[in-house]
């Protein structure tokens, strides 16, 4: 078997054998396959596509080139969330301990941010000392115990994503269905849950910009699971605002608390009792999805979905007191207030461009060497649907640095489409896939 063959059957649209695939895989993982050739392949995939079977034999190909967690020693279902990302999104830091709160068992390998503000193990670094590097025994014992963790990926895990996410970035070859999906759910599988719930995102702040592609992508993945004998469901859902009032990092994390408090803002909340009902259905705790949502609607106005986020700072040796006053967050200290300079309702608002402005402001990375202010960011005053008159607030920008707040104003404004007339307004999920 040869690469060069390989290349040359995906080239003229033929369909690869499990064993074309596993060979090739395990040869670019290994060095013996020269990224040139690994290029080619993913040009040849990226025009001609990858039907059904091919595209889960690449994700298992790709599980097998690194370690599996093996998550045997925890009792009952596990189940993890994962998202494809979207400005304002910390929904994992709100479904986590609501889940866990309710019954469930989530064991969640997180992810860094690159690019607009930072992933989910950025925020939780937010709070003081909080440690995202678990033992296998901690990881373990901390789910069987409290029902929760979320941790760094310290071990192997599929390293020939690693190697391709990083050929598809300077290749152009990052959007196709067929390859993100492989590399989102060989992860997730790897990662050794027994049911997965994919939050895949569409809109302006999304990758994924349209519902149709998102749709395709949520099918790619929810077929994957199901030929992983995982259960898998994904709920396609609109990014085209930010989630929520804040971007940042601690900004982030305040609001979580809001929310967890039974208090936040609606559609952040709306969405993480859906997204969570989904979750206790895969977890087998309630099959009702409405039963379900009562149930995190119980545990969010009794206290203990609070609780179980101190639990999860306090098992892995971060400081409660933040949690427990929220004012307590190191906040930057230079802080500056955006103001509408028309009269109108806010008719769109760019989550992209309001990620880049948090960006500009300090709460991202542009490179992966790049530190994160923690507590940079932006709380937005007017979304979509609010009238303003000239000189209303709209949002304001926090950073360290002072030369910031020029770029991150302009950007900022740019984000803002002011009109007469009022938007409709979207249901923040358009469809769910199980």
Known sequence: MRAFDIIAKKRDSKELSKEEIEFFIDGYTKGEVTDYQASALLMAIYLNGFNEEETVNLTMAMIKSGDVVDLSEINGIKVDKHSTGGVGDKTSLILVPMVAAAGGKVAKLSGRGLGH?????????????????????????????????????????VP?????????????????????????????????????????????????????????????????????????????????????????????????????????????RELCLRLGAQMLKLSNIESDVNKARGILEEVLKNGKALEKLKELVVNQGGDVSVIENKDLFTISEVVHEVKAKEEGY????????????????????????DDIDYGAGIILSKKMGSYVNKGDLLATIYTSDINRIEKAEEMLLSAYTISNEKPAKADIIYKIIE
Do not use: C, H, W
């Open 117 to 157: 503000t930072g992933g989910t193990l950025d925020k939780l670094e937010a709070i003081p000392n909080f440690d995202i590097n678990v033992t296998k025994e901690n990881f373990i014992d901390f789910v069987n115990k409290s029902g929760l963790v979320i941790a760094g990926q310290t071990q192997n895990i």
């Open 160 to 268: 020939a994503d690693k190697k391709l996410y990083a050929l598809r970035d300077v290749t152009a070859t990052i959007d196709s269905i067929p390859l993100i999906a492989a590399s989102i759910m060989s992860k997730k599988i790897a990662s050794g849950s027994d049911a997965i719930l994919l939050d895949v995102k569409y809109g302006d702040g999304a990758f994924m910009k349209t519902k149709e592609d998102a749709e395709k992508l949520a099918e790619a993945m929810v077929s994957i699971g199901k030929g992983l004998n995982r259960n898998t469901s994904a709920a396609i859902t609109l990014n085209g605002e930010p989630l929520g009032y804040a971007i940042g990092n601690a900004l982030e994390i305040q609001e979580v608390i809001e929310v967890l408090s039974d208090r936040g803002p609606e559609d952040l």
């Open 346 to 369: 806010v008719y769109e608002l760019n989550a992209e461009k309001v990620g880049i402005a948090s960006l500009l402001a300090g709460a991202g990375r542009e490179t992966k060497d």
